[in-house]
């Protein structure tokens, strides 16, 4: 149809019977159009009537929804875009078929769809945007008509059946003979239990929308063939038509996103793996929590949208994926690797690991990841497969991840701190290819549905293979791969470029769901060399690693390592005489911990005996991060370990370290707004964004000069490449290029060092100002009736007042969850006046409670939101 115009013979005001939420009726209007049977057809069409300076915004609908599913995009839209959002002939307000006519069909309704296009002089450039089954049709459409084409964004739908799928189950469901006439015609079932997916649950006012054009039985006929139009067999008539649109997708060269609700029981995990191999220059954004109804469930997919079309409008828009391997620079042959000092020591038997109960040696290491690395690829790992890991810290677990990285693997990294729930939305959403655990690992993996193929830890067998659903073991790849090595001295492939992706490493999620960290190799490799100039590390050196983050990264460092008997991502466990041992197993010199650990450490140090004291004297350097740590518990620790110097860096799961302070340095510097968390480390920049000045610095570098208080942002060579198929939420952390936004807020003090006073989504917004809440925090937990404090903002932003939660001296509980009652109740006068006069600002309450929530990763970082919602839900009233 693509430069055939067909004659507009009327454009009348819309059919919409009346107000609808969020539909501006000046939208509505119908068109009669000639569709491809000869026939005159209306149509119902929004439109926001804008002139298309950019281009037009093509929006498809699927079933059974209609025009009104893209309200939000055509008042979102920005500056200079047309949209047009129309019915499906049979769908919404426009026509419906005859009674003697037989169903529009898919390849009917691409036609149509062009059509109409024509008519209403959409020339072009063109966005398509569609969801459901209109994105199948949208993309077709944009298959037929690619001269127009500038972009193409796709939400929860599918263009083809991946290999070994029968179709989503619910839709199978609606497709039998018995059902589709019952479910989707005679009665609304269809209709009504698509809006109900949502999650949330959607308002009643919106769901009633959603439904109304499909009202009586006559109404819905197109709802039931529509249904009956979707192709699972080679035999359907559609059939080919899907085909081929579903190749013709892989032509289109064009930027592309894809915006996607995870909880879809419709189009799941595989509709999306599908979706990104046809189009591997796609964008991809998981809106996390959102099912089928992604408009609905997640209102930022229309800031999404438009941040895709003003992207188009730049010479920055990407249109390659980024991440993806390419072959080695040659500039970087030579360059240090992660696995460069295994490497250099393959003949030193000197400990370089020990965990669990194992220790082994650089030698057996080097030769287990070359013999593994070697396994993997002849098992089929390929450069850029992504490998799950369900694997405790242990000698197998740096072997296996050494390996993956010497195969050109990706491994990525959720650890149960988050919870099996928070682990199985991670794990699923990183696309996997491939899965390794011991067996309860392997289990879990079943048990949340992981896709890939299975690697276990342990050598299985029969009914245990089967149990597990393993398709191989690492005892087998490694003999696998050490007589493909005796065989052929390349049986590796040739190391990853340093701009491939390494790890996708999940953040704690205590501010909100875990997000992927995507590293390239050159990062993770400078982050390596930060660490080790900035603590002066040699060879000479071991440590202990007590925190997560740093229990894979010794080899790396080329520095041997013990992992404590404990569970990292349970860092609370570890007690002094636990850490003491685990300093001896390999004479470390250097300890990372988490405040948490230290804390418990502290508690237990009256266990340690003399041979415990004597290891923990040979420690030089300790190391804490994850979470502020108080002056007390650190001057506390300097009588465990005596002669080391104690260190608390700054940064995060996107970039560590990014400054650095010692007990020495926060004792001088005194007490301030927040917590002190030292100068920017050699090569990081460090600025801040101030409060109310976000919008006219974008683009821009941050303040970098002191005295400004806002959010800070870090620039260096270590920063994360991206968040995983985390597009708008990337988008918005670069806003400054070049920059990461932290979402901390803290100021620069006149000697260049940073203080952090909270999390900006913590940030208390008064009538009068912002309030950061670290540095109240910390007046009131001076006071000596109180153990712990937070505040936080009640009521909308702009009128915040400002709640203080404490926790009185000796009624902290032992729960550290980040869920549950906390007891709030009002503090008593004295109490209230105390907290008043140490805040240092307004305070509307004080209230008491029994203990703060805390995460459970780090089992140190206050969940304010949670302690904000239950203040609110006490002073309204509510029990």
Known sequence: MSGVRTPLRTLGTGPVPHALPGLDPAWSRTVVVTDGRGKERTWHVLDNGAEPVHGTVLCVHGNPTWSYLWRHVLAGAPDGWRVVAPDQLGMGFSERAGADEAPWTLAERVDDLGRLTDALGVDGPVVTLGHDWGGAISLGWAVAHRDRVRGVVVGNTAVAQPPGDFGPPLIRLAHLPGVRPFGCVATPTFVRATSALSSPALPKDVRDALAL????????????????????????????????????????????????????????????????????????????????????????????????????????????????????????????????????????????????????????????????????????????????????????????????????????????????????????????????????????????????????????????????????????????????????????????DLDADCVVMFTSGATGPAKGVAYTHRQARAEVDLVRATYGLTPEDSYVAAFAPFSLLGPALGLGSSVPAIDVTAPHTLTAPLLAEAVAAVDATVVFASPAALRRVVATREELTDDHRAALAGVRLLMSAGAPVPVAVLQAVAGVVPRAALHTPYGMTEALPATDVSLEEILAAGPGEGVCVGRPLEGVRIGVVPFGAEEALAGTDPDETAGSTGEICVRSAHVKDRYDDLWLTQHRSARHPGWHRTGDVGHLDDAGRLWVEGRLAHVVRTADGVVTPVGVEQRVEGLGLVDAAAAVGVGPAGTQQLVVVVVPRGASSRRTGPRGPLGLRRADGDLTAAVRDAAGVPVAAVLRADRLPLDIRHASKVDRAEVARQADRLLAGSR
């Open 213 to 496: 054009p499909y009202d009586t039985p006559a109404r819905r006929r197109a709802v039931g063939d529509f249904v009956a139009d979707i192709p699972f067999s080679p035999g359907h008539p559609s059939y080919p038509t899907v085909a081929a649109i579903a190749e013709g997708v892989r032509t289109l060269d064009v930027p592309a996103l894809l915006l996607w609700g995870p909880r879809d029981p419709v189009f799941g995990e595989r509709y999306l793996r599908d979706l990104r191999e046809r189009l591997p220059q796609a964008q991809v954004h998981r809106f996390e929590g959102a099912s089928h109804l992604v408009t609905e469930d997640a209102p930022e997919h229309v800031d999404a949208v438009a941040t895709f079309l003003r992207d188009l409008d730049t010479p920055t828009a990407e249109v390659a994926r980024p991440g993806t391997p390419t072959a080695t620079a040659g500039d970087d042959a030579d360059a240090e690797r992660l696995w460069s000092a295994l490497e250099r020591r393959a003949d030193d038997p000197s400990p370089v690991v020990a965990a669990g109960g194992v220790t082994t040696s650089w030698a057996d290491l080097a030769r287990r990841v070359a013999d593994l690395a070697a396994g993997l690829h002849a098992a089929g790992v390929r450069p850029g497969d992504r490998v799950g890991l369900l694997v405790e810290p242990s000698v197998d677990l740096t072997a296996v991840v050494y390996a993956a990285w010497r195969a050109g693997a990706v491994i990525v990294v959720a650890d149960k701190g988050l919870g099996f729930t928070g682990m199985r939305r991670a794990l699923r959403g990183a696309t996997l290819d491939h899965v390794v655990g011991r067996r309860q690992g392997l289990l879990a993996a079943r048990a949340m549905g992981l896709p890939g193929s299975r690697i276990s830890v342990e050598p299985v067998d029969g009914a245990a293979r089967r149990l597990v659903g393993a398709d191989h073991d690492l005892p087998g790849l490694e003999r696998r791969g050490a007589e493909a090595r005796a065989r052929d001295g390349a049986a590796l492939p040739p190391a990853a």
